[in-house]
């Protein structure tokens, strides 16, 4: 918008951050993000060294004590909320998502019991994760709760009958180790979850890139998710 005074035109610039305020603002948010991964008790997992596109941090979940318990990490585009069929772009992407093996627990303060994680905890992750980026192109946005609501509860049936129809076997490597996992795919994407050898669960979902050809691996440096230049 023009200004018609010197006075207006100089605060206009001085409220805008200079190119280098902005990118020291991302590097510290992306620190931030980082932290709560390093709080992990356990390892995080990521697509393996054969893809070479963008990744990046998504988020963590943490109990009650701050305890970090699951948490994801993108590769690929960075997905939206948005219909295909309008904007006439496919996203490409892929969220991996790891979660801490734990049997039935206390909860931190000791006012309740925390449920075992399972396979099945990756698999209802990823499927609300994947609902999460989903709004079909013909339903009104005021609708888009209730539906969210209603897919998200299919979801966790789905995820809590692993061996039901909807799911077929898939054997992917993690760290070069081939590993079984469930599989399943919907008009809005793909879902899997599986268990490794180290001691956590893995779940992914994505769309626009092939699950069969992927491959999981122990992230060893989180810095190329920091980097946002793709």
């Known amino acids: 918008m023009e200004t018609t005074s010197r006075t207006a035109a100089q605060s206009t610039v001085e409220e805008s951050p200079a190119p280098a305020q902005q990118h020291t603002e991302t590097e510290t948010a992306s620190r931030c993000a980082a932290d709560g991964y390093a709080r992990a008790p356990f390892p995080w997992y990521g697509l393996d060294g054969a893809f070479t596109g963008p990744r990046w941090l998504m988020q963590v979940g943490s109990a009650a004590d701050g305890t970090v318990q699951h948490g994801s990490l993108g590769h690929g585009d960075e997905p939206s909320i948005r219909s295909e069929a309008t904007t006439g772009e496919k996203e490409r992407f892929a969220a991996v998502i790891t979660v801490a093996a734990s049997p039935v627990r206390r909860s931190g303060d000791g006012t309740g019991v925390l449920d075992a994680t399972t396979v099945s905890s990756a698999a209802w992750l990823a499927g609300s994760g994947l609902l999460a980026h989903t709004w079909p192109p013909q339903l009104d946005h005021s609708l888009r709760d209730d539906w969210l609501d209603q897919q998200t509860e299919t979801a966790f049936e789905l995820a809590d009958d692993l061996q039901g129809d909807s799911w077929s076997a898939l054997s992917l490597p993690v760290d070069g180790v081939p590993t079984p996992f ?49």
Do not use: C, K, Q
């Not at 399943?184 to 669960?201: D, I, N």
């Open 182 to 230: 469930h599989y399943r795919e919907s008009e809005f994407g793909w879902v899997l979850a599986g268990s490794t050898l180290g001691g956590v669960h893995i779940g992914a979902y994505g769309r626009g890139m092939s699950a069969y050809g992927l491959g999981f691996a122990v992230v060893r440096d989180l810095g190329p998710y920091m980097r946002r230049d793709g």
